[in-house]
């Protein structure tokens, strides 16, 4: 509190503590003693009188002490916020980041005070911090407890027979955990497995409706969403690992597969090459070639144009444990029938036809060079409830929302981001996406069109937001009547998720609630910190254009967070 705001109080109890009711006069009257009193207070100085206040006196002497605690405790409070910013501002003026440009924006949860702020109005690429955005607009849009429902149709009657005549139509409802998987902070990747647990889960389903063969295709209809598979501007050399998975309605298996390389028995032989699931659509051209002991192994991987033809060539020393790689399959929807044929399969249900799917493509919605919401639902199947022969339904959102968020899951947010716009309009896009994020950014108080909102990733780098319309967001869902669940879901320093090596020892460690974010040349950090004196504070730290290594980067903005939370 300022010192002449302070001195205009302590005069204002002063001047009026004599309109207080008289205590001292009241009290002498009461016991009948007023003589006495009279006798002490005039002894003492007169302090007593009939025009003054004893009790409003040690009112007002108490008021100067609690003032004066308060003024000490402010200007603690105070010192520590400028101790703070002192600390950052020496930070981000050394030579090292000259070129780099920081964006730092740190705020007080307890009065919406700014201890920190440098170019918080500044776009940034603010990396896998978009996820940040995509978490709390679909928690406040769809709740912590809503289920995704994948069904399954038949397009036609089950004879007596047992067989479906007609074809058996896969429906991808936007359901990133297909796997219902729930976040493990020891293993926080889905495991890979020949016949993923999605598939056979509707095949028992089939199973137990009597179905022995399906008399037609098997048919994978991703038209919820329209079919954008990458953004144009994510890096190419990317696209072939599974953080960068295609994008698609259905998303079976998470839309990759795993690659084992083995070394072979004998020096010279070729390697063994083994994709988790076998079913995999895709050609190995194996040029893997096994060396003696002691040799170091190395990889080169390729992919064809059409995506369907993987060429390995290296080598592998003999007794090596294996190389492994997950790498994003070319066509998610194909992917997705082939695997649930092969579950068929296995639980005895053949299938005459092939694999085919139907998709939502661009050029066959678009209406004068626009693509027509009208239009691309038109040409969406629609299933009668009849039909349904099985379905599953997943986990609470609030555990896909902590995957993607503690395991900054790629696929996750871009299927979320659809989402939001398939709720809201029937069709999933990234465009239909972006206009309902940025519908519920303007309930934060981020105006309209001052971002660019082009994944929900991070990893396109024509995004663009600030630090500041970060913190507000922070700041508004911790009012939000789930503000508990926003806060589990993220990564916790030194405990889980991307910051679980980072922080480890020290005021921070399990002090920072906070999304981390990083391309090239990017490095983010948003979220909360509590600081030792329990005050709850929204920060956002982004870094661009920075040559400094990755860990000069992460040990700079930790710095910020252990002076945050001492």
């Known amino acids: 509190m300022p010192n002449s705001l302070y001195r205009r109080i302590l005069l204002w109890e002063l001047e009026n503590a004599g309109s207080a009711s008289d205590g001292c006069d009241l009290y002498a009257s009461r016991t009948g003693r007023v003589a006495p009193l009279l006798r002490v207070a005039a002894t003492a100085g007169r302090i007593c009188r009939r025009s003054s206040n004893w009790m409003a006196l040690v009112w007002s002497a108490a008021t100067l002490l609690s003032l004066a605690v308060l003024a000490a405790s402010l200007r603690a409070q105070e010192a520590g916020s400028t101790a703070l910013a002192s600390r950052v501002r020496q930070l981000l003026d050394q030579p090292k980041w000259e070129s780099s440009l920081w964006g730092v924006h740190i705020v007080s949860l307890k009065d919406g005070s700014v201890l920190f702020s440098s170019n918080a109005r500044k776009h940034f690429l603010p990396a896998s911090n978009m996820k940040l955005f995509i978490g709390a607009a679909t928690l406040d849009a769809l709740g912590p407890d809503f289920r995704f429902e994948t069904p399954v149709y038949g397009e036609g009657t089950i004879d007596a027979q047992g067989r479906l005549l007609g074809s058996l139509v896969l429906v991808g409802r936007g359901d990133p955990n297909l796997e219902g998987r729930a976040y493990d902070a020891e293993r926080e990747d889905l495991e890979a497995a020949d016949v993923p647990g999605f598939m056979l889960k509707i095949a028992d389903q089939l199973v137990g409706r009597s179905l022995k063969s399906v008399v037609g295709d098997v048919v994978v209809d991703e038209t919820w969403f329209l079919h954008e598979p990458y953004d144009p501007s994510w890096a190419l050399e990317n696209l072939l690992w599974s953080y960068s998975a295609p994008v698609s309605s259905l998303a079976v298996g998470e839309n990759f597969l795993k690659l084992e390389v083995l070394p072979g028995e004998t020096e010279a032989s070729p390697a063994f090459i083994h994709p988790i699931p076998v079913e995999t659509g895709l050609t190995f051209v194996n040029q893997v070639k096994t060396t003696g002991q002691g040799w170091e192994a190395w990889m080169g991987i390729e992919r064809s144009s059409d995506g369907r033809q993987v060429t390995l060539r290296g080598e592998i020393p003999l007794r090596h444990a294996g190389l492994k790689y997950n790498l994003a399959v070319p066509d998610a929807d194909v992917f997705a029938g082939q695997l649930l044929k092969f579950a068929l399969a296995q639980r005895g249900i053949s299938v005459t036809g092939g694999v085919k799917t139907r998709r939502l493509l661009a050029l066959d919605v678009l209406e004068q060079g626009k693509v027509s919401l009208d239009r691309a639902k038109r040409l969406q199947a629609l299933y009668s409830e009849e039909r349904k022969l099985a379905s599953v339904t997943t986990l609470p959102l609030r555990e896909t929302l902590k995957i993607m968020m503690k395991a900054s899951h790629n696929l996750y947010a871009e299927m ?110 948003s979220g909360y910190a509590i600081g030792k004196g329990g005050e709850r504070l929204a920060f956002s730290i982004m870094v661009n254009n920075v040559t400094a290594t990755a860990r000069e980067v992460r040990e700079a903005i930790d710095a910020i967070c252990e002076w945050m939370t001492q």
């Open 416 to 525: 979320l981001l659809r989402n939001l716009g398939a709720r809201t309009t029937g069709v999933g896009s990234v465009e239909t996406g972006a206009a309902a994020l940025e519908r519920f950014l303007e309930k934060t108080g981020t105006p309209k069109n001052g971002l660019s909102l082009n994944d929900g990733s991070g990893l396109s780098r024509k995004n663009l937001i600030t630090p500041e319309s970060v913190v507000r967001v922070l700041q508004y869902m911790e009012q939000h009547p789930h503000r508990a669940v926003f806060l589990d879901l993220l990564p916790v320093a030194g405990r889980d998720g991307t910051l679980k090596n980072r922080m480890k020892k020290g005021p921070a460690s399990e002090h920072i609630f906070a999304k981390t974010g990083t391309i090239e040349f990017v490095n983010t950090l």
